[in-house]
């Protein structure tokens, strides 16, 4: 089984950076991909990036260019630079993680809000 933990988020103002980061643990050998997900008030979580066991990412149209994932997987972690915020990017991030054919989320997430 897999856990995850985030943290990194914060209170920032627009055109603000913050680098959120995700530590799993426990039976890592099987993750594959691996996700950021946000949950704003009122919406569907959406996912805003992946990134492959190989490397390989994919972003939301309303995050690319300003995201970048990134994964180390001799640390088991994972990151999410994020640049240029907006107030529209503020929400609950969660990490997630494909592992023997489920998906894991993190159960906290990490606060992100961006004030105009």
């Known amino acids: 089984q897999v856990q995850l933990v985030e943290s990194g988020g914060g209170l920032v103002q627009a055109g603000d950076s913050l680098r959120l980061s995700c530590a799993a643990s426990g039976d890592t050998n099987c993750i594959s991909g691996m996700s950021w997900y946000r949950q704003a008030p009122g919406k569907e979580r959406e996912r805003v990036a992946f990134i492959f066991s190989d490397g390989v990412t994919e972003y939301a149209d309303s995050v690319r260019g300003r995201f970048t994932i990134s994964r180390d997987n001799a640390k088991n972690t994972m990151s999410l630079q994020m640049n240029s915020l907006k107030p529209d990017d503020t929400g609950v991030y969660y990490c997630?993680?494909?592992?023997?054919?489920?998906?894991?989320?993190g159960r906290q997430g990490t606060q992100v809000t961006v004030s105009s």
């Open positions: 997630a993680a494909e592992s023997r054919g489920t998906v894991v989320v």
